[in-house]
């Protein structure tokens, strides 16, 4: 596969009452994605309220922003599966408006913002080794 292309609607995904609801709190007070997204309370209280299921539904979504907010919830819920989502994204160059600092704002493709929320310095369970993260980064931006 040499470009990611989404399969989900979200209007369809958000049929769900209750996922609906929990998304819609969410985005209302995160209408970017920062780097201080783990910090929130709104996030956290996202993170708890969706199902993994429903949040992997989410990182097929047509919206870009919204398959990152999904990927990092599922990263925070430390999903099994989280790596075979990240190769799913691999050829996901579409960008998304990214708050790296309090006035840094910058774009980041799809599959860079994924594969950092995985970096040796994420902290999480399923983040890779030095040595995989500077494969994978190859992998990633092999041409």
């Known amino acids: 596969m040499e470009n990611f292309i989404p399969t989900t609607k979200l209007d369809v995904i958000l049929k769900n009452d209750n996922l609906g609801k929990a998304y819609y709190d969410f985005r209302t007070e995160n209408p970017y994605l920062s780097y201080l997204l783990k910090d929130r309370a709104s996030f956290k209280k996202f993170v708890s309220e969706v199902e993994a299921n429903n949040l992997v539904l989410l990182t097929e979504c047509e919206k870009p922003m919204v398959r990152c907010f999904a990927f990092k919830a599922l990263v925070e819920q430390n999903?099994?599966?989280?790596?075979e989502i990240l190769?799913?994204?691999k050829f996901d160059n579409q960008e998304v408006n990214y708050l790296a600092g309090r006035c840094i704002r910058m774009d980041i493709s799809i599959k860079d913002y994924m594969l950092q929320q995985l970096s040796p310095f994420s902290g999480n369970e399923y983040s890779f080794s030095r040595s995989e993260y500077k494969e994978i980064q190859k992998?990633?931006?092999e041409k």
């Not at 999903?79 to 790596?83: H, M, N, S």
Request: aromatic fraction near 36%.
């Open 87 to 89: 190769f799913r994204h």
């Open 79 to 83: 999903y099994p599966k989280i790596r």
């Open 139 to 141: 992998e990633f931006w």
